[in-house]
């Protein structure tokens, strides 16, 4: 950290009237996360968030946030996440009502036109409810990454984002169509597109984030990748996915500073193969046990014709477990619940901050630029949370 | 007095300086780092109860620290953060923190204790009061609704099954119908419709739409089975159980969908239909008690509850005893048990003609 910076030598003549630090030409983002301290953390947010039956799940985010944003680094400064729990919640809770129409909705769907008109009908309102909340979705992610900018700083300076949440969702609804329609060949158009709206859209204090993505050279690289997704069960796609990010940061700029992204996508393929195999190894206990106890039991069932033998087996699940004998009983519970709180803290500790820490190492900076020009911005920040975006679950961490 | 090297942003741009921190008694100062020996004006000097640690709880990293009547500027102690930590908490035993981690712990337990209430509300509060204010008129609306649509499903599933329209087979079903209501004295106009499908089962729909399945007549013995079935669903019509369940399961599943946010859909489902189940079993108990009285005040004989259970327990033995806790339906045996002890006289339901013709409702 303290390597990369440097204090202004004393030059008599033209000293400047503080002891600015005078940056390097180049730099990169440091990352200086501790998977000890993350597994810690994820404990604790896992069983708050059990003890208070998901509520906590606001300031769970908001602490995990803190983390990461405080262990990413750049020129000697960590970065900082200044929102809070609190924000998060009440900005759920204002969306409750939206997500209680849209439920209502295709529960009505359902009983009025479904069943009185018959499934043509039926089925082109659901396909309209489908599309709305669609729409909803891309409004959402917008509206959120809006707000995690807002409470985002660096040496104190705020990010921001301007620019229309509907006009991004109508964007978002629009290439989803085309890349349904062309198979997923209009990926690139559809990421430079959205991302350039995003981009163009950010502001670190008062300096706008300025982009240079054209749709035809990240298609040119996307075209191989796209003959061969099918053969090789869509791994190319994380090839793909390195080579859009160092795209995408090479052709970024703010205010004097330009970037450039070493990001490779065998790293990122060995995160995904890592954490592949911890979920198998998590599940085995729990494949075990449904293997020794509860597949029999379904087996029996079936022959008996006690139950039809297409019932599903999600239903028959919790009676069959009921009347196990304890030993089994106590079996399954353990290891599913091993399952799933083993899963929630290696999906923080061996997925996320591994692509965390890979993302952030790759990035250098040119920094061709005096901190001096780039000022707080006036600009007013959110008051409240990511709203639908929780309600959708589109928040991530 | 101990003086500590430290990175300052002023909040105003992105730029840094190097510079000397003392923890003097007005609070902590901030120099110009070469500025230390002469010149004593200070960049800053912050009060110690307006300081708030942003970062500095784990011995890896720095300490950052902001103030809060200038929120934007950023002080960064690198080196030496124990020895810092020391010195200010030596001054300022509280030093604000600005995230505690007791007030994210308090405002969710709080929020939990509202959801709590609110899920009370929707399970035990709400649904008499919904049943109670929905007029019956809706009540016997949202009743065709789901008659209707339950027909059309089995239709589908079972190549376009639909209600038997017999029609000396109606009227008999239709006058033990109105006996049976008539005694239980209930505000709801009854239909009743058979719908042709081999299956040993009937439900209430709300506000007086009643469905029997087609093999239920078919495996009855005798008429009073019939009846005794049909008292039984009289009752859930009369004692609004069917509005209630539909209210409580919206209730529930709104509240625990709020809870749980988009995530959690299978969880909330697993336990609404556990909470549900609770419930619809106490309504069976409730509907089996109140359509013997049915059945007694009509001047029927009851036997035809014990004998109709009696023979659902052969046909489906232990497997629905296996699933019983999670049925909607208490166990057989047990609505068996309590049927027999009220084992008493009356006329049978249908004559022997009747019984002929109710028995035809399927054939044209």
């Known amino acids: ?397 | 007095m101990t003086v500590f090297a430290a990175r300052y942003s002023d909040g105003r741009s992105a730029s840094v300086q190097i510079v000397a921190v003392r923890l003097g008694p007005d609070g902590l100062s901030v120099y110009p780092a070469e500025n230390d020996g002469g010149n004593r004006s200070g960049l800053a000097t912050w009060p110690y109860d307006a300081i708030v640690l942003i970062d500095g709880r784990h011995k890896r990293g720095p300490v950052r620290l902001t103030v809060s009547d200038d929120e934007d500027a950023r002080l960064t102690v690198e080196f030496e953060t124990a020895a810092f930590l020391k010195a200010l908490y030596a001054v300022m035993p509280r030093v604000k923190k600005s995230h505690p981690i007791g007030r994210g712990i308090a405002a969710s337990f709080a929020a939990l204790i509202v959801a709590a209430g609110l899920f009370y509300a929707a399970l035990v509060w709400m649904p008499p009061l919904a049943a109670r204010v929905i007029p019956e008129s809706w009540e016997a609306r949202m009743g065709e609704q789901t008659a209707e649509g339950l027909a059309s499903l089995f239709g589908r599933l079972h190549d376009g099954a639909g209600y038997c329209t017999n029609a000396a087979g109606q009227a008999v079903i239709n006058g033990l119908t109105r006996t049976l209501a008539r005694a239980a004295d209930s505000p709801f106009a009854y239909r009743v419709r058979v719908l042709n499908i081999d299956m040993i089962n009937a439900f209430a729909a709300s506000g007086g739409h009643i469905v029997v399945f087609r093999g239920l007549i078919d495996s009855a013995e005798h008429p009073d089975e019939v009846a005794a079935v049909l008292a039984h669903e009289i009752a859930h019509v009369e004692e609004h159980h069917v509005t209630e369940a539909m209210v409580r399961a919206m209730g529930t599943q709104i509240v625990i969908n709020a809870m749980l946010g988009g995530g959690g859909d299978t969880l909330a489902g697993f336990g609404h239909n556990l909470i549900n189940t609770g419930y619809s079993r106490e309504a069976e108990r409730a509907a089996d008690k109140r359509g013997l009285e049915i059945l007694r005040a009509a001047g029927l004989r009851t036997h035809g509850m014990t004998r109709f259970f009696q023979r659902l327990k052969e046909a489906h033995g232990d497997t629905a005893a296996a699933l019983g806790i999670f049925s909607t339906h208490p166990p057989t045996e047990e609505r068996i048990r309590s049927a027999k002890e009220q084992i008493e006289d009356g006329n049978p339901a249908l004559s022997g003609g009747q019984w002929q013709a109710l028995k035809a409702i399927c054939t044209d």
């Open chain 1, 1 to 397: 950290m303290a390597s990369e910076t440097m204090v202004a030598e004393p030059q008599p003549a033209e000293r400047p009237a503080t002891t600015r630090v005078v940056e390097p030409d180049e730099a990169r983002l440091s990352y200086h996360g501790h998977k000890g301290r993350l597994a810690i953390l994820a404990i604790v947010n896992l069983l708050l968030t059990i003890l208070t039956l998901g509520l906590y799940r606001f300031w769970a985010r908001t602490r995990f946030r803190i983390y990461f944003w405080g262990n990413i680094g750049f020129l000697g400064d960590r970065f900082e996440y200044t929102g809070r729990g609190l924000e998060l919640f009440l900005g759920f809770l204002m969306t409750l009502p939206v997500i209680f129409v849209l439920g209502a909705a295709f529960y009505a769907v359902q009983f009025f036109i479904l069943i009185p008109y018959g499934e043509l009908y039926g089925f082109a309102s659901l396909a309209a409810l489908a599309v709305i909340t669609y729409f909803l979705i891309g409004f959402a992610t917008y509206r959120a990454r809006r707000y995690r900018l807002s409470r985002t700083a660096w040496r104190g300076i705020r990010a921001a984002q301007t620019g229309s949440s509907i006009g991004y969702a109508f964007r978002w609804l629009g290439f989803f169509f085309l890349n349904i329609l062309t198979l997923g060949l209009a990926a690139p158009l559809a990421t430079v597109r959205l991302q350039r709206y995003a981009m163009n859209n950010t502001w670190f204090g008062d300096q706008q984030f300025e982009t240079n993505y054209a749709a035809w050279e990240l298609f040119r690289k996307y075209i191989w990748y796209w003959l061969f997704l099918l053969p090789t069960f869509g791994l190319t796609y994380v090839w793909y996915s390195a080579r859009k990010f160092r795209y995408l940061a090479r052709n970024t700029k703010l205010d004097q500073l330009t970037f450039s992204s070493r990001l490779k996508g065998g790293r990122l393929f060995r995160i995904f193969l890592g954490y592949g195999i911890l979920v198998v190894i998590a599940a085995a206990p729990l494949g075990a046990a449904i293997g020794v106890y509860v597949f029999p039991v379904f087996q029996e069932l079936k022959q008996s014709g006690a139950v039809p033998p297409d019932a599903d087996p999600a239903l028959l699940l919790l009676p069959v477990v009921l009347s196990m004998t304890p030993i089994a009983q106590a079996a399954l519970a353990g290891s599913f619940v091993l399952y799933v709180l083993s899963l929630s803290i290696f999906a923080m500790v061996f997925y996320l901050e591994p692509l965390i820490r890979a993302a952030t190492e790759s990035i250098h900076v040119a920094v061709a630029q005096d901190f001096v020009t780039i000022q707080q911005s006036a600009q007013p920040a959110p008051r409240r949370g990511e709203g639908l975006a929780d309600s959708f679950d589109l928040s991530g961490f």
